[in-house]
């Protein structure tokens, strides 16, 4: 039997990290969020299998069984692993324009040259890797929402929902049509799984986002990057919490925040 988590406290839930993000091997960052009695993965994309999910909770006193909603914030292929899903998960929340704009894309899949075309006049900007990548996986089964095996547990969120009683979706895109990032409030402030609207620390600190190799559109990224910075502490999708009004490297530990940089409030 899985040891009781931590509880949150009465002033907000809990984060922690399950796996950090890192640019250079394109792995994403997958977060933990214990508010109450729910329990939600946020971005399970680094864990290739229920195994390697189960590894990451254990410290945390859980298994993939006591996770009860998995979040995506979007659903590029290094963010979104349905291989890391739990068979008994209630829930499984995907940003609504997002789905609505693959959707749009998947009838192009039959002809890959049209596909490619069409990913590239709706993004401003997007590297041969990825663009390889994404073609790739024109008709993956992960994209085929109405087949998956959790079809019936799809719920599809726009901005301002909130999945549990301390968390809220905030809408950050640019990076990708309709990106959802998930604000938290926590005893230490309020902490911000951003996806991909902000990569790393230096990406927070770059003057501008000409370094992004995926831009779906400059402005609304530039301004998404604006609002993470009202966060105490951000999440971002490939590097170290940090928090952006100081610009220091934060724990992965909502409970350990304020000895590294967040003062209490």
Do not use: N
């Given at each position: 039997?899985?040891?009781?988590?931590?509880?949150?406290?009465?002033?907000?839930?809990?984060?922690?990290?399950?796996?950090?993000?890192?640019?250079?091997?394109?792995?994403?960052?997958?977060?933990?969020?214990?508010?109450?009695?729910?329990?939600?993965?946020?971005?399970?994309?680094?864990?290739?299998?229920?195994?390697?999910?189960?590894?990451?909770?254990?410290?945390?006193?859980?298994?993939?069984?006591?996770?009860?909603?998995?979040?995506?914030?979007?659903?590029?292929?290094?963010?979104?692993?349905?291989?890391?899903?739990?068979?008994?998960?209630?829930?499984?929340?995907?940003?609504?324009?997002?789905?609505?704009?693959?959707?749009?894309?998947?009838?192009?899949?039959?002809?890959?040259?049209?596909?490619?075309a069409r990913l590239l006049?709706?993004?401003?900007?997007?590297?041969?890797?990825?663009?390889?990548?994404?073609?790739?996986?024109?008709?993956?089964?992960?994209?085929?929402?109405?087949?998956?095996?959790?079809?019936?547990?799809?719920?599809?969120?726009?901005?301002?929902?909130?999945?549990?009683?301390?968390?809220?979706?905030?809408?950050?895109?640019?990076?990708?049509?309709?990106?959802?990032?998930?604000?938290?409030?926590?005893?230490?402030?309020?902490?911000?799984i951003a996806g991909d609207?902000?990569?790393?620390?230096?990406?927070?600190?770059?003057?501008?986002?000409?370094?992004?190799?995926?831009?779906?559109?400059?402005?609304?990224?530039?301004?998404?990057?604006?609002?993470?910075?009202?966060?105490?502490?951000?999440?971002?999708?490939?590097?170290?919490?940090?928090?952006?009004?100081?610009?220091?490297?934060?724990?992965?530990?909502?409970d350990l925040i304020a000895?590294?940089?967040?003062?209490?409030?």
């Amino acid at each position: 039997m899985a040891k009781a988590p931590h509880r949150a406290p009465a002033a907000g839930a809990r984060v922690l990290g399950l796996a950090l993000g890192t640019r250079l091997t394109l792995r994403a960052g997958a977060t933990l969020v214990v508010d109450g009695d729910t329990r939600i993965v946020v971005d399970p994309g680094p864990f290739q299998s229920l195994a390697e999910l189960a590894a990451a909770l254990q410290p945390h006193g859980l298994t993939p069984a006591d996770i009860d909603t998995v979040y995506f914030t979007h659903l590029h292929f290094d963010h979104y692993t349905p291989a890391a899903i739990p068979p008994g998960v209630r829930r499984v929340c995907i940003p609504a324009a997002e789905r609505a704009f693959i959707d749009a894309l998947t009838p192009l899949a039959a002809d890959l040259d049209a596909y490619r075309a069409r990913l590239l006049e709706t993004h401003e900007r997007i590297a041969p890797v990825f663009l390889r990548e994404f073609v790739r996986l024109a008709r993956d089964a992960r994209y085929d929402f109405a087949r998956l095996p959790y079809t019936d547990r799809l719920v599809e969120l726009g901005p301002d929902a909130r999945p549990s009683a301390h968390t809220r979706t905030v809408a950050l895109p640019g990076h990708c049509p309709g990106q959802l990032g998930l604000e938290v409030t926590t005893a230490h402030g309020t902490v911000l799984i951003a996806g991909d609207a902000v990569l790393s620390l230096a990406d927070w600190q770059a003057p501008d986002v000409s370094h992004h190799l995926i831009v779906h559109e400059r402005a609304a990224l530039i301004a998404s990057r604006e609002r993470a910075g009202r966060a105490d502490c951000v999440v971002p999708g490939h590097g170290d919490w940090f928090s952006p009004r100081s610009g220091r490297v934060l724990a992965a530990d909502s409970d350990l925040i304020a000895s590294t940089g967040v003062a209490t409030a």
